[in-house]
């Protein structure tokens, strides 16, 4: 009896030392995976304690924020910090933290060169099995190209090409904006049309190149004479638009008007021509 017992448990522990083999050949694996994915990937992954205290960083870490790994360990990520952002934005971004666990925004941070980028930002909670955070794993995106192109865009989408002045769409924006404005706090608002006289005949004579010129000379003496407050549109071709807002009385806007009409009357030197 003594001797199959004993034959039973060698066996039963030889099937369990085989499996805490297998188990371990697995989370060694395991771990050489986690670790390859860590060094590999193109996101920047910074890994915290409770505190906010870095314990380890990978290379994208290095590659987008110019730190290199033995410069942030036992640091605080505000190192990144560019100051664009206010108190309120991280004191909101922790109690979020806190209260589910995950945070994810787009953070504008600066590089150790001091530039300024942006990134895409999700912080994760890491907790042990009373519940208590003991890590927390940020992961981030460079978005600095992304952010500029959508910006380049929108204005391309709002603006004239040649001119950079706002055009047909963005002027009835403004418009309705100034209207509105206008109603609600009872004040004037006004609105000019005006053309180029002859300038087909600019086109025609010295070449379209002459006449984009002009259009840009025009554009360039119109913002110099108007407040931030007003808008200078073109609608296309040699036609523009201005609005004046928060106007005192019309005798005011008959002053603008003369200031324009003065302007552009004087002597314009497009290249050889005058």
């Known amino acids: 009896i003594l001797t199959s017992i004993e034959h039973e448990y060698v066996n039963e522990l030889q099937y ?17 995976l986690a670790d390859k994915v860590f060094d590999s990937t193109l996101e920047g992954i910074v ?14 870490f290095t ?33 979020s933290l806190y ?34 955070f003991t890590h927390f794993a940020g992961i981030f995106t460079d978005i600095t190209q992304r952010k500029l192109a959508e910006e380049r865009l ?17 002027f009835m924006e403004r418009m309705n904006q ?9 004040r004037l608002l006004a609105l000019m049309f005006f053309d180029l006289d002859r300038f087909k005949f600019v086109n025609d004579t010295l070449g379209h190149a002459a006449g984009d010129q002009l259009l840009k000379t025009v554009a ?11 808008t200078v549109a073109r609608l296309g071709g040699d036609e523009f638009t201005v609005i004046l807002e928060d106007i005192r009385d019309i005798q ?12 552009l009357a004087g002597m314009m030197r497009i290249g050889e021509h005058d």
Do not use: C
């Open 16 to 32: 369990a030392l085989k499996e805490r083999d297998e188990a371990l050949n697995l989370s060694r694996q395991n771990l050489r």
């Open 220 to 230: 360039t003496r119109l913002t110099s004479l108007l407040r931030d407050s007003d």
């Open 178 to 186: 100034g209207l509105a404005a206008a109603s609600r706090h009872q």
């Open 252 to 263: 005011s806007i008959a002053q603008v008007a003369k200031k324009i009409i003065d302007s």
């Open 47 to 60: 890994i915290t304690d409770a505190n906010g205290i870095i314990e380890t960083v990978n290379p994208a």
């Open 99 to 132: 209260k589910h666990g995950v945070w994810e925004g787009e953070v504008t941070n600066r590089r150790k060169d001091g530039k300024l980028y942006s990134e895409h930002l999700t912080i994760t909670g890491i907790r042990d099995n009373s519940g208590n």
């Open 63 to 95: 590659r987008i924020t110019g730190w290199r790994k033995e410069e942030v360990l036992g640091k605080s990520p505000r190192i990144l910090n560019s100051g664009l952002q206010p108190p309120e934005f991280y004191q909101h971004m922790w109690a």
């Open 154 to 170: 929108h204005f391309l989408a709002n603006h004239d090409a040649l001119t950079g002045l706002p055009n047909r769409t963005l």
